[in-house]
């Protein structure tokens, strides 16, 4: 997420509990690169971190910035779309899937 640590850990400990937090291996926040989205520096440093090829890696992503970070980072991306912004051209700028917002589908954590 480019967003800052201290909100993120608020969001993950709400929707993943900090227990199952604490075991991610690798979690890059925007306070961790010194370029944001759309520039791909953190997926390219989240690839290095894991030791996988970007070529391998699917990002999820809400945005045409995260996308355009996604996809400058050499990975495919799969779009979540929310009613204000599923009129955006998503596959023109080179979304791989795009699907609706996964909450909305009783996907949960």
Do not use: Q, W
Not at 42 to 53: G, H
């Amino acid at each position: 997420s480019a967003s800052t640590k201290e909100a993120v850990t608020k969001v993950l400990d709400v929707t993943l509990g900090k227990e199952r937090r604490n075991k991610l291996d690798v979690c890059i926040l925007g306070d961790d690169v010194a370029k944001l989205k759309p520039d791909p520096l953190i997926y390219t440093t989240a690839a290095e971190r894991i030791n996988i090829d970007p070529s391998r890696c699917v990002v999820v992503e809400d945005s045409i910035v995260g996308l355009k970070a996604a996809k400058g980072a050499g990975m495919r991306c799969v779009i979540t779309y929310t009613t204000s912004t599923e009129r955006e051209d998503f596959y023109g700028l080179g979304a791989d899937a795009k699907v609706p917002e996964l909450g909305s589908r009783g996907v949960s954590l």
